[in-house]
């Protein structure tokens, strides 16, 4: 799409196939940004070998293409979703860009390819009249000074204006800040990140449902045919916690993946590491959402780190049932085990 950088902090885009010979791994890649600084959050792939990336710029240029749902930008930073072909160069290879923000700033942190169709999370505080909002949007108006919001786009809505098919805020008073996104089989979005507001909106059959401390972690499950929240519950101890992966299983249990500085953070009998070892650890959490409210919906839950800081940003699933995180370590005695290639 572009061969030279522009300015600031320009997107780029890489496709690497290490079965090549050296010379020859790195298939396809690109430059994408404007004037200002472009920081990418998310990427995805479909079927039909598009790549869709979604993140935050401050560029008064950001390429545009197609039906650009938001023409110019809204504020001081605005998202923005793009879906480029990379078997096509030049300006046909960019095949949607669009802004989506309001007059202050708008971060767009996470994605989902779908059936062809982009779904986003993020936070924003912008106010009720400029924020894009759409469909059955459970919240217009903003809660706090910064909302989480979930988003749904397709590229080929026609007009610009039906590009965008669902829009909605999530929040309470304070700062809530959506970081993950993952999406179920029945098209639910299911957002994560954390919240400082007390009057986080939970539902009456999530455990726990107190607000506990500096912040907590969230999961929240949004059904864009509806209004209300079908599912919404927080995740913490007594000082920070925060959630930075989440992914979904095959019977449709959530995990999520972050940090907390909690030293009494929520854990479950028999996890490999129930209490914190250091200045803040690394978990991982897993959710049944469905199950009556005399259940729990918290079906396991461990610390992992060591006795400095670990935080963990992302978590994948095995085709055997493992789970799989990904972070980083300031800990010394971090635990190590099996056939690892660098154990100190």
């Known amino acids: 799409f572009r061969n030279s950088y522009t300015a600031g902090r320009d997107v780029f885009i890489v496709k690497i196939d290490p079965r090549r010979d050296r010379d020859q791994q790195i298939v396809y890649s690109t430059f994408v940004g404007g004037s200002g600084n472009d920081e990418p959050t998310g990427i995805g792939l479909d079927d039909a070998g598009f790549v869709y990336v979604c993140g935050f710029t401050n560029s008064d240029n950001f390429p545009l293409a197609g039906n650009a749902f938001q023409g110019r930008p809204g504020g001081r930073e605005d998202g923005f979703v793009l879906k480029l072909d990379p078997r096509v160069g030049g300006d046909a290879g960019l095949v949607y860009s669009t802004y989506f923000g309001g007059e202050a700033a708008d971060r767009a942190t996470a994605l989902v390819v779908r059936n062809g169709r982009i779904y986003i999370t993020g936070y924003t505080n912008s106010n009720a009249e400029t924020f894009p909002i759409a469909g059955n949007a459970r919240r217009r108006d903003p809660a706090g000074d910064w909302d989480a919001f979930a988003a749904i786009f397709d590229p080929n809505g026609g007009a610009a204006s039906e590009t965008l098919l669902y829009s909605t805020r999530v929040g309470g008073s ?7 996104l993952a999406v179920d089989a029945a098209g639910n979005l299911l957002i994560a990140g954390y919240t400082a507001s007390a009057d986080f909106p939970i ?10 401390g500096a912040t907590d972690a969230f999961l929240t499950r949004i059904n864009p045919a509806s209004t209300d929240l ?3 519950t ?3 101890g007594s ?10 299983d095959r019977m449709g249990a959530v995990f999520l993946a972050g940090h907390s500085g909690s030293s009494d953070f929520p854990t479950t009998s028999g996890a490999p590491q129930m209490g914190a070892a250091g200045r803040g650890d690394a978990f991982v959490a ?10 729990s919906a918290l079906n396991w839950s461990t610390l992992l780190g060591g006795e400095a800081g670990d935080v963990a940003y992302a978590i994948d699933l095995a085709e055997n049932g493992d789970v799989w995180i990904a972070g980083y370590t300031l800990s010394d005695r971090f635990p190590v085990r099996g056939d690892a290639p660098q154990r100190a």
């Open 230 to 232: 079908t599912f919404s």
């Open 286 to 295: 897993r959710f049944f959402l469905d199950r009556g409210s005399e259940v």
């Open 203 to 212: 539902t009456q059959r999530a455990n726990p449902v107190e607000f506990r």
């Open 174 to 180: 304070r700062t809530d800040a959506a970081l993950a």
């Open 239 to 248: 000082d920070t916690d925060v959630a930075y992966g989440i992914t979904i």
């Open 234 to 236: 927080l995740l913490g």
